[in-house]
């Protein structure tokens, strides 16, 4: 069940940074739907992102149960790089899901072209570190 569990995590994570990758190709328009889009796509692949090391730690025997744990700890193991941008991208998510200002909203949309790379990367490492078997 755990090893379903993770892969299952993996592939939605993946799925989620290609559908981040789409709207981050958009230029942002003067509605600010692109950036909408952008903050939301954000936050479900931060999501995935906490989710996913959760439970490849849980096929290893360690429980976590809290975000900045799983992302601690997924950087212990050499599963992220730079620990501070990846604590940066969870203050932002926080940001984007309980306040709503349009100029935070530029701000983080701007951050979150810069964060992509490093997701992207993380999700290769995580993922060719731990080929499915099956």
Same mark, same amino acid.
């Given at each position: 069940m755990t090893e379903d569990r993770w892969r299952e995590s993996l592939s939605y994570l993946g799925e989620a940074l290609d559908r981040l990758g789409e709207v981050l190709e958009e230029s942002p328009d003067a509605a600010n739907y692109v950036i909408d889009a952008t903050i939301q796509r954000f936050e479900l692949t931060i999501e995935l992102f906490w989710k996913t090391p959760k439970h490849l730690l849980a096929r290893y025997g360690r429980d976590v149960t809290l975000p900045l744990d799983a992302l601690r700890q997924a950087y212990a193991a050499g599963w992220i790089d730079n +620990?501070? *941008? =990846?604590?940066?991208?969870?203050? $932002?998510?926080?940001?984007?899901?309980?306040? &709503?200002?349009? +100029?935070?909203?530029?701000? *983080? #949309?701007? @951050? *979150?072209? +810069? #964060? &992509? %790379? +490093?997701? @992207? =990367?993380? &999700? *290769?490492?995580? @993922? $060719?570190?731990? %080929? &499915? %078997?099956?």
């Open positions: +620990e501070e *941008i =990846w604590l940066g991208m969870m203050r $932002d998510r926080n940001l984007t899901s309980h306040t &709503y200002r349009k +100029e935070l909203a530029l701000e *983080i #949309y701007g @951050r *979150i072209r +810069e #964060y &992509y %790379p +490093e997701m @992207r =990367w993380a &999700y *290769i490492g995580i @993922r $060719d570190q731990h %080929p &499915y %078997p099956g």
